[in-house]
């Protein structure tokens, strides 16, 4: 990388963070709850730099809430108590994509979703393509400075993203983010942890108290309770391997290759012996009509299955 491209990358990341944290301004301000040591610390900010002040006001423009703020009686920073306290790093870190993700919603960004079962592939304004397995809901908002995407808890997608250096390409989830630095990457928000994998290029992920590590092709990360764990992903035409109509597994438990495919299935499965749960699998299976599924997982597992209810499939040991 060339050193304009450097410099370009560092500006362009100063502005995201000058963004980050207008936001963050913005959704304090507007709490019910908001303090005058809070208020304090906002002057403070504001009358920080010229910078300060253009990303604040491009941010209230763009959120549509100049109006609602009433930032008036902002005490000047001359006037603020030394003793009055800051906000810790981490609460305010771990604040900022409820802070993006309730002001993407109120002000109503695109929102593309797929039902139970369902994959689709959608193209945003930008060039980006946008893959959404089952279950999945995404919010987008573009901006002159930055592209960001909420994907809410449950969903996965896989994202081949257009590069353009000036506005960075941001994933946020419960446990963090993913920034795309000119590459295609895949992200599953778990409920207690958000799983990326990378299959082109580089991807920077930030968990809430902005300890950021970046992720090379063929690696993934684990992001949960303020933590990264990095590890070697799958081989790239196996990551997201459901945009064709394939699951892969290597190794993971029966009780894990259970819960993953009952995001897909209309008919939930479950264990009828518990001593199966730990069971270590490696199979490709193919979406497509439950019954046929549920044959070739029995065959290759030795297991047989039973349908109990219209909503229940139970698996059993074949003998």
């Known amino acids: ?45 504001l009358a920080a730099s010229d910078a300060h002040k253009r990303a604040f006001d491009d941010m209230a423009a763009l959120w549509g809430v100049t109006s609602q703020l009433d930032v008036s009686d902002v005490a000047p920073p001359a006037a603020r108590n030394s003793s009055s306290r800051r906000w810790a790093p981490m609460a305010l870190a771990a604040s900022l994509f409820l802070a993006f993700a309730a002001l993407l919603l109120v002000n109503g960004g695109d929102t593309y979703r797929t039902e139970l079962g369902e994959q689709r592939r959608v193209v ?16 987008v908002r573009f901006s002159r400075a930055a592209r960001e995407v909420v994907l809410q808890t449950g969903g996965e997608a896989y994202f081949e993203v257009a590069r353009e250096a000036r506005r960075p390409f941001t994933v946020h989830t419960t446990h963090g983010t993913a920034e795309a630095l000119g590459t295609a990457f895949n992200v599953f928000a778990h409920t207690t942890h958000t799983a990326v994998a990378v299959t082109e290029g580089r991807v920077g992920v930030t968990i809430p108290d902005g300890d950021t590590s970046t992720l090379q092709a063929r690696q993934s990360a684990r992001l949960a309770e303020g933590e990264v764990a990095l590890e070697d992903a799958a081989r790239p035409a196996d ?54 599924m549920l044959d070739a997982l029995a065959r290759s597992l030795d297991l047989r299955w039973t349908t109990v209810s219209d909503n229940l499939i139970l698996l059993h040991p074949a003998h």
């Open 239 to 292: 990551i997201a391997a459901w945009r064709t109509g394939r699951l892969v597994y290597d190794g993971i438990t029966l009780e894990a290759l259970v819960e993953d495919l009952n995001r897909y299935l209309p008919k939930p499965m479950s264990l009828a012996d518990t001593s199966l749960a730990d069971m270590s699998v490696s199979a490709v299976l193919t979406l497509q009509e439950q019954d046929a």
């Open 124 to 139: 945003l304004s930008d060039g980006s393509s946008v893959y959404l397995n089952t279950e999945t809901t995404i919010e």
């Open 1 to 45: 990388m060339s050193t304009h491209d450097l410099d370009s990358h560092r500006q362009a990341k100063l502005q995201e963070q000058m963004e980050d944290a207008a936001i963050e301004w913005i959704a304090r301000l507007r709490a019910s709850d908001v303090t005058d040591a809070e208020r304090a610390d906002f002057a403070e900010w």
